[in-house]
């Protein structure tokens, strides 16, 4: 296992990578959308990493954050949360944890940052939530686009 803060540190650069890559122009295809979004989203398909996030929220966090995002009595709706939240922010808690201790339940917030499941997809995860709190996309399971190879690769490197 590699140290936290390494893994860490590489995920950041990882995920500055992924944040250039939005900005640059998607040569005008049938996706191009506002590239300042994390995800794309064409006549009610969205891309695959939008889909992979719903798949690994739907694996990871909804036990606590509900179904599609929407918040239990435990934790809070995340499609609420993330219509102010900065990227910034969602990586340190998903990262790190955070335990609210001014209430009388504790509730708290588990850190993913040895989990794979969750580091290798954390900006999949964040595609869906900001679709779901932009209110483009609805509840359940998005139709999605085939898996593009930089994916495969992407998901190969990261998982192994
Ligand atoms: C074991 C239950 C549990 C799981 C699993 C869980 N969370 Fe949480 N999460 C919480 C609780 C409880 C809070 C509120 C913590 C607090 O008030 O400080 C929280 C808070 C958050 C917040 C901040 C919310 C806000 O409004 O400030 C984000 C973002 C978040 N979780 C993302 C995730 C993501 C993404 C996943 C899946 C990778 C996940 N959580 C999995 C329990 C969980």
Not at 124 to 153: F, H, N, Q, S, T
Request: aromatic share 8%; with cysteine.
């Amino acid at each position: 296992m590699r140290p936290c803060a390494k893994h860490v540190s590489l995920l950041l650069a990882a995920a500055l990578v992924a944040a250039l890559g939005l900005l640059l122009p998607s040569g005008g295809g049938a996706w191009a959308q506002d590239e300042e979004k994390p995800y794309q989203i064409k006549d009610g398909v969205v891309d695959w990493y939008t889909f992979s996030g719903f798949r690994r929220y739907h694996a990871e966090c909804h036990v606590c954050h509900g179904p599609d995002g929407l918040g239990s009595s435990f934790a809070p709706a995340l499609t609420e949360t993330m219509k102010t939240m900065s990227y910034e922010d969602y990586l340190e808690i998903v990262v790190n944890g955070r335990e609210n201790v001014g209430t009388t339940a504790q509730s708290k917030m588990p850190g993913f940052g040895e989990n794979r499941n969750v580091m290798c997809f954390i900006d999949d995860i964040y595609a869906y939530l900001m679709a779901r709190a932009d209110g483009v996309l609805g509840r359940g399971r998005p139709k999605k686009e085939a898996k593009p190879a930089e994916a495969k690769e992407r998901d190969e490197d990261c998982m192994s």
